[in-house]
Antibody, heavy 115, light 107 residues
Framework: QVQLVESGGGVVQPGRSLRLSCAASGFTFSSYGMHWVRQAPGKGLEWVAFISSDGNNKYYADSVKGRFTISRDNSKKTLYVQMNSLRAEDTAVYYC????????WGQGTTVTVSS | EIVLTQSPATLSLSPGERATLSCRASQSVSSYLAWYQQKPGQAPRLLIYDASNRATGIPARFSGSGSGTDYTLTISSLEPEDFAVYYCQQRSNWPLTFGPGTKVDIK
């Protein structure tokens, strides 16, 4: 079945880095743009980044621009986000979502930035 | 950045009642407006895309309408599983933005 599975979350100190992954299955990954969306504890949804199907176009929220990098490996059917210079306010559940319409979501992976 | 405002923040209703949720954009989003449902501990689920199109597998009691800056999600008769938080989201302009959500709870 169509599925997205995130991994790579954990506890990290402020200023450090973390890379999240999102493994896709059940559909032609290389045909779809992909998003990262996050949700801080008890808060609403915040769009983070988008990458086009071929990886040539990328967009970022201002809150992460210059610190986060979205990428993909279509041969591995995997989406990534490299998160550098992490801050306490980056603490959230991070979801990957398929296509410009966000029609399929993963279950999320939790990132906690704390000393 | 397009700001989305949702009202009310909380809607207290009984099963079987009709729910009407509003989403207003700070500028036109040209019907590029989606609605998501999120239950505690779960990922969001796409309900409506492009203002009025139900996503795959979404029951007919969910409907969307609107244009320009004003959009509405209607649940015609609330089922017990519909009590959740609902978010609107625009894809008209980058950065994509979500509204703050409307919580539909049991009266």
């Amino acid at each position: 079945q169509v599925q997205l599975v995130e991994s790579g979350g954990g506890v990290v100190q402020p200023g450090r880095s973390l890379r999240l992954s999102c493994a896709a299955s059940g559909f032609t990954f290389s045909s779809y743009g992909m998003h990262w969306v996050r949700q801080a504890p008890g808060k609403g949804l915040e769009w983070v980044a988008f990458i086009s199907s071929d990886g040539n176009n990328k967009y970022y929220a201002d809150s992460v621009k210059g610190r986060f990098t979205i990428s993909r490996d279509n041969s591995k059917k995997t989406l990534y986000v490299q998160m550098n210079s992490l801050r306490a306010e980056d603490t959230a559940v991070y979801y990957c979502a398929r296509d410009i319409g966000m029609d399929i979501w993963g279950q999320g992976t939790t990132v906690t930035v704390s000393s | 950045e397009i700001v989305l405002t949702q009202s009310p923040a909380t809607l207290s209703l009984s099963p079987g009642e009709r729910a009407t949720l509003s989403c207003r954009a700070s500028q036109s989003v040209s019907s590029y407006l989606a609605w998501y449902q999120q239950k505690p501990g779960q990922a969001p689920r796409l309900l409506i895309y492009d203002a009025s199109n139900r996503a795959t597998g979404i029951p007919a009691r969910f409907s969307g309408s609107g244009s320009g800056t004003d959009y509405t999600l209607t649940i015609s008769s609330l089922e017990p599983e519909d009590f959740a938080v609902y978010y609107c989201q625009q894809r008209s302009n980058w950065p994509l933005t979500f509204g703050p959500g409307t919580k539909v709870d049991i009266k």
